[in-house]
């Protein structure tokens, strides 16, 4: 199969499950509880995506402590409070510098 043909057809399942749940849920009042539950989604998706690549960077389990990556993540975390950019920054001094060593 070439490639514009896989492009469009997964161009057009994506935008039919869009569309539908648009088509779905327009106009409807959802309650306080769902709202907060759809709220925290992104965040979910966002860890489901970085907890693999800060815990098993090699494919394989490895103790925590011992990799660049989690403790990357966790200044991150820690200074997120101050806002993005610190927390962007540091955690990408903190992998850099800890890769030079390496």
Do not use: D, H
Request: proline content about 7%; hydrophobic content about 60%.
């Amino acid at each position: 199969m070439s490639t514009p043909i896989v492009i469009g057809v997964m161009v057009l399942a994506t935008f039919s499950v869009r569309a539908f749940s648009i088509w779905l849920f327009s106009g409807r009042q959802l309650s306080p509880l769902t709202m907060r539950a759809l709220a925290l989604v992104p965040v979910a998706v966002l860890s489901a995506i970085c907890g693999p690549l800060i815990f098993r960077p090699s494919g394989n389990w490895e103790i925590p402590f011992g990799l660049i990556e989690f403790w990357a993540a966790l200044a991150s975390m820690l200074v997120a409070r101050y806002g993005m950019l610190p927390s962007i920054l540091l955690g990408m001094g903190i992998y850099a510098i800890g890769k030079l060593i390496n």
